[in-house]
């Protein structure tokens, strides 16, 4: 019974998370086919924004935030990356273009420079063509003998050869379209940016590092403070001072110890990381005595609280230890890249500084600091954590940029403006497309759910009874029995029906629905919502009072249930909106309460606050999961063996675990104590409660007419037995059933049927959250499954659902009534009443036979089986043949056994659209009989594709990104961020984009040695630079004294040219190193004597003394960089 609510079991542990993360990349790729290596491309990017928050933006802003989350913004994109291997094949194509079959040459096209920035195609004649190579040629080789010939004449030389050609260009059949398809395919190609899923945690966890960074170092906790203004306001009369004190202070210790649990487990992460990281690198000798480690200590420190070794040696940052970082984890084409290593190891305090727990929390987390952690437990929606305002407020906000920024904006051709700043950072608001959020039953953005279920349940009821008046008002023709008139006259009854609730869903739902807009608070629309649901609410008085006063086919009774219906739902529609009225003109500070914003704030809102606090709790537990692995791989570790290897073995074996989990119980439990929002993230949508509050109504209006109808029926048939009893005629008595054949069978069938059609309501919601949790936890595959494709095909379908639920329940109840009250009807009706006994004393002798022979095969089976093999083979043939010998005789019974299941399997299953009732095998000629559950599942899909926990931190980084630009995630700080991530989660690796192939171990090796070079020549470019500044120093008083000892001016010079020769000799071993360096001496000299008459006039001549010693520091470092140490600087 548990299954059927949906009851499994669930993979839990770290090798659970890695699949939910495949998971999220299979439901964010918006490509035809599923990229299995779970890459996000920046075209999946630009769909999710403008699905989600109505967001449209331009290809270069998808791909920068593609590249800048991930941290990719220095690597070459797509088509640059290939335009140096095709750059070869396109010449030769395009010179076998130019060449036709008979040897003769075909027009070339030109892209011709016009006026400001237009580009115009031109004709270029083969003769033409090779003139001006011809003449260009002469032209370099008149540039390289005579250097005297200006840009002016070159430009000229260029406009005469495009003015002889111009006439051809207006003869050329070929227009823009053939540039315009080789940009369009471009775009494509860079569209094809993409991320893995270990740059997909490297933003995911950002969050969840600085609030590691603000408890552990800064010892604050970074959330938001709670409201108690209006719980004072409310209760301040009517309680004493003293209670009401007591219970803000219960309140707000509750408050804060929910907070408390928020933060990540251990709160010395970032610290073991490191530990790990640098332990690894110690294990596999990448660490480096005279550069990294600093000092030793025997043993290492044991960390009493995790159990994890705490490393004793003092370890350094260097480019070395850095590269060595990145080698580690797979990226040797980032540790080649010297302006990467530079930066990250600026991150990390800077050459030489301790790698400590703060300074790789400062690595880790600099690059970030944007992001407003105290958002993370606030009910407000991610777009308003970013931005601090809603999405229909974006052009409001963009009109309030000043007149300087709107032309700054419009001279670059920037399509953003700028938006609020952070710590005066520079950034940009999106454009927004109006959505018709309050319609958006794929997204669920608008206000309230319970306004959409009211208001669909009125719609509805409104739709039924709409169709009845016109249904009474328009007259049948009478065809004849002729089958095309009849065939015309359905066709154009369904196309009115269709046409009926169309209109009526466009004039109903969406005015009122304006009333429920969760990004725009105003007034207006609120009251025309009202104001038309009254209007609507009388005109439906109006039509039944005009309906129930003349004499029509219908029921008086009936339309004045579904006219009170009707008015219940409306008034339900009227009270919601009522309330977002009110919140619409709550002031600020009380709509902040704590309290008060449950009624005031939106479904919308706070349901994505739970979102939040679940994407928060569901990285907490990735985070003990994968460190639980690290420990156990600790304290199982043996002597000399490899502590990653161990907790890539303890993955393996120990990664997974499963627990029961899903159920009705489960699930109703989850929902009481909100735990299925705020740890699981699931997320019920608002198209399944509306299905479920119509099968709700649906199921009393049966049990309604069912019972009304059982009575009415028994009066009629006990009447027509009075009246055939009168006649005397007995053949029509004996026909007639009695009242209690009517009314015992029925009434039994109506409560198995209503039992029934109450278990297909309840099963709804605890099988959405298991199905949910299936694919999350992979228990029903995503990424790698070729059938996963089918769910992405139509989207669009996912409004079948609603009509299927309801049906479906109409559909599963009437078979049931059927099957059950009609054979308990033949069962109490006469005629047929010896029939009925005989079928069924032969159905229970055969079932007891059946059970009999089950009983002996069990005794047979025991004593003669073990397994699959005999224990007694020739016991066991005997058996054998008996029992085959016996079952051809009641194979029967098997067939009409497994018909009855089918049928009632059937009739549940009917009901059903949650589930697979045929399997995928059962197909003809490759056509499924039911992919009715298709739909559904579909719908679970789109909802998480854009409601999942992580799906939701995701959209923010995304805004983050694109609000701050370059100010929000840079490389370096991606790559630290790379390197926590592949430390913690070393299985995870093998997602990461392999591309360095050809990357070899000597490339690395000559690296190491430039950098070490680097280092030796900083180190005595310091020593020279410090060595001129004590130098100047000294002579500092005698320079002061010019007039007085004009000798040490000479030998402050002598000195400063000694100090060159001494300190740099080592690092001028070439010519040109030389020559500059005579230079160097120049410099300095000049700089001297051009300051020496400052030095004697200046009245603060120590001011003017410094200024020499800066300036020459600067011209030290600018002929450093000249002869070979620019990668120090």
């Not at 090779?130 to 008149?142: A, P, Y």
């Not at 309680?239 to 487990?265: A, H, I, R, T």
């Not at 929902?671 to 109504?697: C, P, Y």
């Not at 997602?991 to 950098?1011: A, W």
Request: glycine share 6%.
């Amino acid at each position: 019974m548990s299954s059927l609510f949906g009851a499994f079991v669930r993979p839990v542990g770290a090798a659970a998370d890695v699949k939910e993360l495949e998971y999220i990349a299979a439901i964010h790729q918006t490509g035809k086919l599923i990229d299995e290596g779970a890459f996000i491309t920046a075209q999946d990017v630009s769909v999710f924004l403008r699905s989600k928050f109505g967001i449209k933006i331009q290809k270069e802003d998808a791909i920068d935030i593609v590249r800048g989350l991930s941290g990719s913004t220095r690597l070459p994109l797509p088509e640059e990356a290939n335009n140096s291997e095709g750059k070869q094949e396109k010449n030769e194509e395009e010179n076998e273009d130019n060449t036709s079959e008979a040897g003769e040459e075909k027009p070339n096209i030109k892209a011709g420079l016009g006026s400001g920035d237009d580009i115009e195609l031109a004709y270029v004649d083969p003769a033409i063509e090779k003139n001006n190579n011809l003449e260009i040629d002469e032209k370099s080789d008149d540039d390289e003998s005579d250097n005297d010939k200006s840009d002016d004449d070159e430009e000229q030389h260029y406009a005469e050869i495009l003015q002889d050609v111009a006439d051809v260009r207006r003869h050329w059949k070929f227009k823009r379209d053939i540039p315009k398809k080789k940009k369009e395919k471009i775009q494509d190609t860079q569209l094809l940016v993409k991320y893995d899923i270990v740059q997909l945690m490297t933003f995911l966890y950002i969050p969840t590092l600085l609030r590691l960074k603000h408890t552990r170092l800064n010892n604050s906790v970074p959330f938001a403070s709670a409201s108690f203004y209006g719980v004072q306001l409310c209760i301040d009369y009517l309680l004493p001072s003293k209670w009401v004190s007591l219970f803000v202070q219960w309140k707000e210790n509750k408050y804060k110890k929910m907070k408390q649990e928020l933060l990540p487990k251990p709160q010395t992460l970032i610290r073991d990381v490191l530990t790990i990281l640098l332990r690894s690198l110690r294990d596999d000798g990448k660490l480096r005595n005279e550069v990294d480690v600093v000092s030793i200590t025997d043993d290492d420190d044991v960390n009493a609280e995790t159990c994890i070794p705490q490393l004793s040696q003092k370890i350094t940052v260097s480019e070395h230890l850095v590269r060595s970082m990145l080698v580690r984890i797979g990226e040797k084409r980032s540790a080649l890249d010297d302006e990467l290593v530079s930066s990250m190891v600026e991150a990390a305090g800077g050459e030489g500084a301790l790698l400590n727990e703060l300074s790789f929390a400062r690595a880790l987390t600099a690059d970030v600091e944007a992001w407003p952690l105290e958002c993370e437990d606030n009910k407000t929606t991610s777009f308003y954590d970013v931005y601090g305002f809603t999405e229909n407020e974006c052009i409001k906000q963009r009109k309030k940029k000043t007149k300087e920024e709107r032309k700054v904006v419009r001279d670059t051709g920037d399509d953003l403006e700028g938006a609020q700043n952070h710590e005066n950072l520079p950034s940009r608001i999106p454009r927004y497309k109006n959505t018709l959020s309050y319609i958006d039953y794929a997204a669920d953005t608008f206000q309230s759910t319970m306004f959409v279920i009211f208001l669909f349940t009125f719609y509805t009821i409104s739709a039924i009874f709409l169709v009845f008046v016109l249904n009474d008002r328009v007259k049948d023709s009478d065809c004849n029995g002729d089958f095309l008139c009849l065939l015309g006259k359905t066709i154009i009854d369904w196309l009115i029906f269709a046409a009926v609730l169309i209109a009526s869903g466009f004039i109903i739902i969406l005015p009122i629905s304006l009333g429920n807009n969760a990004h725009s608070l105003r007034i207006l629309p609120s009251l025309f919502s009202i104001a038309l649901l009254v209007v609507y609410i009388y005109l439906s008085d109006l039509a039944l009072d005009t309906m129930t006063g003349n004499s029509l086919n219908m029921e008086q009774n009936y339309m004045m249930l579904l006219w009170t219906a009707m008015t219940v739902a409306a008034c339900l529609t009227l009270f919601t909106l009522l309330k977002n009225l009110l919140a619409t003109l709550t002031p600020d500070k009380l709509r902040k309460n704590m309290f008060l914003k449950q009624i005031m704030l939106s479904s919308n809102t706070l349901r994505t606050a739970k979102q939040k606090k679940a994407a928060t709790n569901k990285i907490n537990l990735m985070i003990e999961n994968a460190y639980q692995l690290h420990l156990n791989a600790e304290k199982s570790l043996l002597d000399g063996a490899n502590a990653e290897h161990q907790t890539i073995l303890n993955f393996v074996v120990n990664g997974e675990k499963q627990v029961r989990c899903g159920g009705l119980i489960w699930t109703w439990k989850g929902l009481l104590k909100k735990t299925i929002f705020s740890d699981e993230g699931v997320w019920f949508h608002a198209r399944l409660m509306i299905a479920q509050t119509m099968q709700v109504i649906v199921s009393v209006l049966i049990g309604i007419f069912w019972y009304e109808g059982t009575f009415a029926l028994a009066d009629k048939v006990e009447k027509d037995r009075l009246k055939a009893e009168e006649e005397g005629n007995k053949f029509a008595l004996g026909l007639i059933p009695t009242r209690g054949a009517i009314v015992y069978p029925f009434m039994i069938g109506g409560i198995i049927t209503l039992s029934f059609m109450l278990l297909l309501i309840l099963v709804y919601v605890p099988t959405t959250a298991a199905m949910v949790l299936k694919f999350r936890s992979g228990v029903l595959p995503s990424l790698h499954d070729p059938y996963f494709k089918r769910f992405r095909k139509c989207p669009d379908a996912i409004y079948f659902n609603s009509g299927n639920m309801i049906y479906g329940l109409v559909g599963s109840s009437s078979l049931f009534f059927f099957i059950f009250a009609g054979l308990l009807f033949l069962v109490a009706w006469e005629p047929t009443r010896p029939a009925m006994i005989a079928v069924i004393g032969w159905g229970l002798g055969l079932t007891i036979t059946v059970v009999l022979k089950m009983l002996i095969t069990g005794c047979f089976r025991s004593r003669n089986h073990k397994g699959l093999y005999r224990t007694r083979p020739g016991a066991a043939n005997l058996s054998s043949l008996a029992l085959e010998c016996w079952h051809l005789g009641l194979a029967g019974g098997v067939l009409l056994g497994r018909l009855t299941q089918f049928l009632l399997a059937m009739a549940f299953w009917i009901g059903r659209i949650d589930s697979v009732l045929l399997s995928d095998e059962v197909d003809m000629l490759g056509y499924r009989f039911d992919t009715v559950p298709h739909k559904f599942v579909t719908e679970i899909l789109v909802h998480d594709a854009h409601r999942h926990p992580y799906i939701e931190r995701m959209g923010a980084m995304y805004l983050m990104r694109y609000k701050y630009g370059e100010n929000f995630s840079s490389d370096a700080g991606a790559a630290w961020r790379r390197i926590f991530i592949s430390t913690l989660f070393p299985w995870v690796l093998k997602y990461k984009e392999h591309v360095e192939e050809n990357i070899e171990d000597d490339q690395l090796l000559k690296k190491e040695e430039e950098s070490a070079k680097r280092r030796e020549a900083k180190a005595k470019l310091d020593v020279f630079r410090s060595s001129l500044f004590t130098k100047v120093e000294e002579h500092e008083e005698e320079l002061h004294k010019m007039e007085e000892g004009q000798e040490y001016v000479a030998v402050f010079k002598k000195e400063l040219l000694d100090l060159v020769d001494e300190h740099l000799k080592d690092v001028s071993e070439r010519e040109a190193e030389e020559a500059q360096l005579v230079v160097l001496k120049d410099k300095l000299i000049a700089k001297v004597d051009e300051h020496l008459e400052d030095i004697h006039k200046a009245e603060d001549k120590a001011a003017v003394t410094a200024k020499l010693k800066t300036e020459l520091m600067d011209k030290v470092d600018t002929h450093a960089r000249t002869i070979g140490l620019r990668a120090s600087f």
